[in-house]
């Protein structure tokens, strides 16, 4: 003859009080084969209740043996419990334990999600069993929303969902008035005669006598074991169907995906069901989402603003002075600086165009209208080199620059001054100094921070005549050479440093390099980018340390929950998963919301900033989610992790 279902062989249970000890449970031997009726009684404190969780594998003996099927307990993970519980235990608690976010059906369920049974099975057995007893129409309703009664046989629908072999109900009737608690105990004889072994603990001699077998306990131990029908007993005994039970599709191992799609459902129902406290908890991600993204975006935006004004100007310009640097008192001594070291410059390989350079401040006149303005001595390619568009007319050529003719090209500025808003300037005649000159040209007006200077006005002619007639001098203030496209900055660099320090002798000049200063924008840029991104992060930390906060409370808060789904068999990595896709989905969630309200700043940001706006960089974007799936993994993990480590008991006994 095979062993018995349950055997327990001097089962012991003691729990820690402060430093004294309590055995609750004292050798318990019990036998109990698969389709008995047993009931437990016994005064309130006598152990009843440990007995019955050591039965359904919600606890463990301290001492001595307890085997399911054969199965010794004692050796078994809790995953491996949680299986048992899962597959073969169906408990009835007598405050029946629903989950009061959860309706009828999906209380009903829950067993079966986590022994991965699909959907379109689970749904119709669900409704099937509902509607057995008697709860048809009840279906949808939350546990609040039904009677004592209702709720219990809810409960025993759960207990049977995954069709557990043993049914074990912890004062079932104790909560319920005496026509719903027959009503419990009809169900219970049904699920006896059906062949199933239903343990059940109970006070009332009534409800003991529908038992076959009576079990007393005293301060934690059996005092009487009597059988009322002994006969009847040893029968079921032979033809228990214990083990054809155990292959059913509990036993089947879930994917990964599966089990994921079950936390993300689990976590959504809880979300929901705590709104507001959700939206409070994502509002720090919402803040440190919104700010990095922000920032990153406003940071990209100036930069980028910053290099299209100096792209403007001719990035891979090289200015050229006499002197040792800026502001060289001897620079106005040093003559060595002369057109034919233009000439020269013109020549080599990497030179794009270059023009020498004089200028003096003098008063432009033109009719009765004086005005102070830069004269700038230039060579013809100035407008190639600087990149300057002419508005109107034409820049001088080669032939005016060689023979110092007298015309000018003047800027949008001083053409409004000199002209008004108006008046025509080409052909007009220019006073510049006591030099008369024809304007040709009005250079085009070019927007932003170096364009020109909103107050500065400039004339250009050529140097020739401005040498000659102007300035006074052959020496040259400048020259400024473009590189061409493509060639390296900083070796063209060297090359006119070599062929000027030939040429002179001796290095009594320097050059000022425009590609170094957009380094320096770069880089600047990066730093404050950088220094910004971090104050942001810091408050996305923050942010994160919220979510921790709010769910462990969540986790304290929703300790009896737990103690359901492990009683009902969900594994510890059940529990784990559930949690941190909560912690998760806040924080993703929180992200979504954080990228829509920069998006929605970038929107009143155009409308007070119109020289530049926020670049949003795919990049930013997904670390923005990447950061914040990894705020909710790393700061839901030890909420998670406390989650998972509960003990089934203790977290039920919990209010
Ligand atoms: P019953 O269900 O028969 O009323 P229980 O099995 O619930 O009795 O409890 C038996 C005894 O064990 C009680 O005296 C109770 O105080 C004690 N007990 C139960 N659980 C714990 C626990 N987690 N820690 C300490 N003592 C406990
Ligand atoms: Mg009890």
Redesign the pocket.
């Known amino acids: 003859m095979t062993e018995p279902l349950l055997v327990l062989n001097g089962v012991t249970r003691r729990?820690r009080?402060g430093d004294k000890e309590?055995e609750?449970l004292r050798g318990i031997d019990l036998t109990i084969a698969a389709g008995e009726f047993v009931a437990i009684m016994?005064a309130?404190?006598?152990?009843?209740?440990?007995?019955m969780n050591v039965l359904g594998c919600l606890d463990r003996p301290s001492a001595g043996q307890y085997r399911v099927g054969g199965i010794d307990v004692r050796r078994l993970e809790p995953d491996a419990l949680a299986q048992l519980r899962r597959e073969r235990f169906g408990f009835i608690f007598q405050r029946y334990h629903l989950m009061p976010h959860l309706t009828a059906a999906d209380n009903v369920q829950v067993p079966s999600v986590y022994a991965g049974t699909p959907r379109a099975t689970r749904v119709p057995r669900a409704q099937a069993l509902l509607a057995k007893l008697g709860l048809a129409e009840r279906a949808g309703h939350r546990p609040n929303q039904l009677s004592g009664g209702q709720q219990q046989r809810v409960s025993i629908a759960r207990a049977l969902m995954n069709d557990a072999d043993v049914i074990l109900a912890d004062e079932p009737t104790g909560a319920l008035d005496s026509r719903s608690g027959g009503e419990v105990m009809r169900i219970l004889c049904e699920l006896h005669a059906a062949g199933r072994t239903v343990v059940i603990?109970t006070h009332d001699e009534h409800v003991a006598a529908h038992a076959r077998r009576i079990v007393e306990m005293r301060d934690g131990a059996i005092v009487a074991d009597r059988r009322s029908d002994g006969a009847a007993v040893a029968e079921r005994r032979d033809d228990a169907p214990v083990s054809a039970r155990a292959a059913g599709p509990a036993g089947r191992l879930r994917p990964m995906t599966s089990r994921l799609a079950q936390a993300f459902a689990t976590a959504c129902a809880a979300l929901l069901a705590h709104r507001l406290r959700t939206m409070l908890t994502m509002l720090g991600i919402v803040i440190g989402i919104m700010a990095v993204v922000s920032i990153v975006a406003v940071g990209e935006g100036a930069k980028r603003y910053m290099l299209d004004e100096i792209g403007a100007m001719g990035t891979n310009t090289i200015d050229i002075y006499p002197g040792r640097d800026w502001g060289d008192s001897d620079a106005s001594q040093i003559k060595t600086l002369v057109p034919a070291d233009a000439e020269a410059l013109g020549n080599e390989p990497y030179v794009d165009s270059v023009t020498p350079r004089v200028y003096r401040t003098a008063t432009v006149r033109h009719g009765n209208v004086d005005v102070q303005a830069t004269v700038s001595g230039v060579g013809e390619h100035l407008f190639r080199v600087r990149g300057l568009a002419l508005a109107e007319g034409i820049a001088f050529d080669s032939e005016a620059v060689r023979r110092n003719a007298q015309v000018a090209v003047i800027d949008a500025n001083a053409r409004r001054k000199l002209f008004g808003a108006r008046g025509q300037a080409i052909g007009k005649t220019i006073l510049v100094g006591n030099v008369p000159c024809v304007v040709i040209g009005v250079a085009a007006e070019k927007s932003g921070m170096w364009g020109g200077g909103m107050n500065e006005l400039t004339v250009w002619v050529p140097y020739t005549t401005a040498g000659a007639r102007i300035v006074g001098a052959r020496r040259l203030d400048g020259i400024i050479v473009r590189i061409k496209a493509g060639q390296p900055s900083e070796a063209a660099e060297r090359g006119i440093v070599d062929l000027l320090t030939r040429r002179h002798g001796r290095k009594d000049f320097f050059t000022y390099n425009m590609d170094t200063v957009v380094k320096t924008v770069r880089a600047t840029g990066r730093t404050l980018t950088l220094l910004l991104s971090l104050i942001a992060v810091v408050s996305l930390v923050v942010g994160g340390i919220g979510v921790m906060n709010i769910m462990l409370v969540s986790v304290t808060e929703r300790t009896r929950e737990i103690g359901i789904r492990m009683a009902v068999g969900a594994r510890r990595s059940d529990v784990m998963l559930q949690f941190l896709v909560e912690a998760v989905l806040v924080c993703l969630m929180g992200g979504a919301i954080g990228i829509a309200l920069s998006f929605g700043a970038s929107v009143v940001f155009s409308a007070f900033v119109s020289q530049w706006s926020m670049i949003f960089s795919i990049g930013s974007l997904v670390s923005a989610v990447a950061g914040s799936t990894a705020i909710g993994v790393g700061f839901g993990f030890i909420p998670a992790r406390n989650a998972a480590r509960l003990d089934p008991?203790?977290a039920l006994?919990r209010d």
């Open positions: 729990y009080s309590i609750v016994g309130s404190g006598s152990g009843k209740s440990t007995l603990v008991v203790e006994a």
